[in-house]
């Protein structure tokens, strides 16, 4: 019997006994790509945090999770690759003070949707200014979309808040109206509707949480109350066990040192204010995992969680900035909805949280967030580009699986494409593309071996950094090259340069290589 007609029986009987699903002749995946904004690698329960996420750890039980998944180390860079599979220095232009995708490098959501998908964006996108429409996302291939333009904003009343085209800030607004639970709101009517047209779909889900400002209802934060008291130190030595024993950190791989901005907990000021930011990062992540659930269960009742394949990962490392009282911007609102100032900046006075605040969590928090691994969001070293990455999908991958096969963002959108049985062509809608950069990942979620690439570069913000197998060269603001065996020293604690000339020249030379690569020589 030949697959597609297995397939089809497949199909056939489980439309007879589990209720109503997509009719037999189209029985390609639906996707959910779901990304959290600046978690850091050891946040998740599934990964050794103490951060309440029983749906994404139910989600790793239920699939695989990656140990060695890279992203870029801020968001922009990372969401540019994740949507097309192109490095960030060909998929992205300046757009007047905001950069863009260029028209030549297709998203994932164009080609499926040229391939007869349903096509829908729930959350940020930070690709594009509030006044250049072509750049939105439903210029991109969606066919609908709900959430924000703008990389960071009010929770409670994000700036730039859409409904694909149109600005719905005005309306949008109510008492109880908490950004994280809307975009969960509209991810399940999202995945109700794909599901009674009865074709696949592709859904991106791009939540804010857990991004400062720190935001979250006081219901949520109260859970939190005392979780983190024993302090980063603590925490992190704890944290670092779990995931050895989790198998998530390589068990030879020491913890980092505290970061050197990072005071000894003991000696921390304002210890009661620390609590508290880190209790309503944490409550962030908790509401976002229970809309995941929202999500989880609208496939579970429309029949749908067998033939999705979903994916969670993190846009970069956890991030250390001290919000400044005297910061400004447009994502930054002068007054909370019912007219009180809003006092910004990380005033210990303060306490986080509430409407009328626009607080960060700062150093001492993002390095537990990012546990074992050194530094932050905006360098290259693993701190700031290690991710977590979930894939659950039932009817491929195997459950309660671990990989330690190295992956990166370029390879998310070839990975959709190829589960989809979608092959990109050398022209979309008459124009010349570029080419992917990036590899499915597939041969991984079978149990396979895949071939890795022949190398992996980064370079955006403080830091700079090119990987091939073993070998790490990095820089962090613009300081000389260091190199690690990132195989032996995952932690990035002995520094080779010195030692191995060689290695940095010839890492150096590629490097230089890829960074003078044109559009023109990338195009198909």
């Not at 060909?90 to 757009?95: N, P, T, V």
């Not at 030549?104 to 006044?131: I, N, S």
């Not at 990166?408 to 593309?433: C, K, M, Q, S």
Request: glycine share 8%; charged share 25%; net charge neutral.
């Amino acid at each position: 019997m030949g697959m597609k007609a297995a397939v089809g029986i497949t199909a056939a009987l489980a439309a007879l006994s589990c209720g109503p699903a997509r009719e037999v002749e189209d029985t390609r995946p639906n996707v959910v790509l779901i990304v959290g904004d600046d978690i850091g690698y050891s946040d998740l329960g599934a990964y050794g945090g103490e951060i309440d996420t029983p749906v994404l750890d139910r989600l790793a039980r239920g699939g695989m999770r990656f140990t060695r998944f890279y992203t870029s180390n801020m968001c922009v860079p990372t969401r540019a690759s994740l949507l097309t599979g192109i490095y960030h220095t060909l998929a992205l232009e300046d757009g007047e003070g905001q950069m863009r995708l260029r028209r030549e490098a297709v998203t994932v959501a164009e080609w499926l949707r040229q391939a007869g998908y349903l096509t829908f964006m729930a959350g940020k996108w930070h690709l594009a200014r509030p006044d250049d429409p072509s750049a939105f996302p439903v210029g991109r291939g969606f066919g609908q979309f709900f959430g924000t333009l703008y990389g960071a904003g009010s929770y409670f009343a994000p700036a730039s808040l859409m409904r694909n085209d149109r600005s719905i800030e005005a309306e949008a607004y109510r008492p109880d109206f908490y950004y994280t639970d809307a975009i969960s709101e509209a991810a399940e009517s999202f995945v109700r509707e794909a599901s009674a047209s009865k074709k696949p779909f592709f859904l991106y889900v791009a939540y804010t949480a857990a991004h400062w400002p720190l935001h979250a209802p006081e219901e949520e934060i109260a859970k939190y109350r005392g979780r983190f008291a024993r302090g980063w130190d603590v925490l992190r030595g704890e944290r670092h066990e779990r995931m050895k024993k989790l198998g998530v950190v390589h068990p030879d791989w020491p913890l980092s040192p505290r970061d050197p901005n990072v005071p000894p907990w003991e000696r921390a000021p304002h210890r009661a204010w620390q609590e508290r930011r880190m209790e309503v990062y944490a409550a962030q992540i908790d509401r976002m995992d229970q809309g995941i659930g929202r999500i989880v269960r609208a496939l579970e009742e429309t029949a749908e969680l067998e033939n999705t394949l979903i994916l969670f990962q993190s846009d970069n490392g956890a991030c250390y900035v001290e919000y400044a009282p005297n910061r400004k911007g447009p994502h930054l609102p002068e007054r909370t909805r019912d007219g009180r100032p809003v006092r910004p900046g990380n005033l210990p006075e303060l306490m986080p949280g509430g409407e009328d605040t626009y607080q960060s969590y700062g150093y001492g928090w993002a390095n537990l967030s990012n546990t074992p691994f050194r530094l932050f969001k905006q360098y290259d070293h693993e701190g700031g580009i290690r991710s977590p990455l979930i894939v659950h999908w039932p009817a491929r991958v195997r459950a309660n699986t671990i990989t330690d096969q190295v992956a990166h963002v370029i390879d998310v959108a070839p990975t959709i494409l190829d589960a989809a049985g979608v092959r990109p062509a050398r022209v979309f809608e008459g124009r010349r593309v570029l080419e992917m950069c990036g590899s499915t990942l597939m041969p991984v979620l079978e149990g396979e071996r895949r071939r890795p690439h022949d190398a992996l570069f980064w370079k955006w913000a403080r830091g700079k950094a090119v990987r091939r197998e073993r070998w790490k060269l990095v820089s962090a603001e613009g300081a000389p090259w260091e190199l690690y065996d990132i195989e032996a020293d995952g932690t990035e604690l002995r520094n080779l340069a010195k030692e191995r000339p060689f290695e940095v020249q010839q890492l150096e030379a590629l490097f230089k290589a890829w960074e003078a690569l044109t559009l023109e020589q990338r195009l198909r």
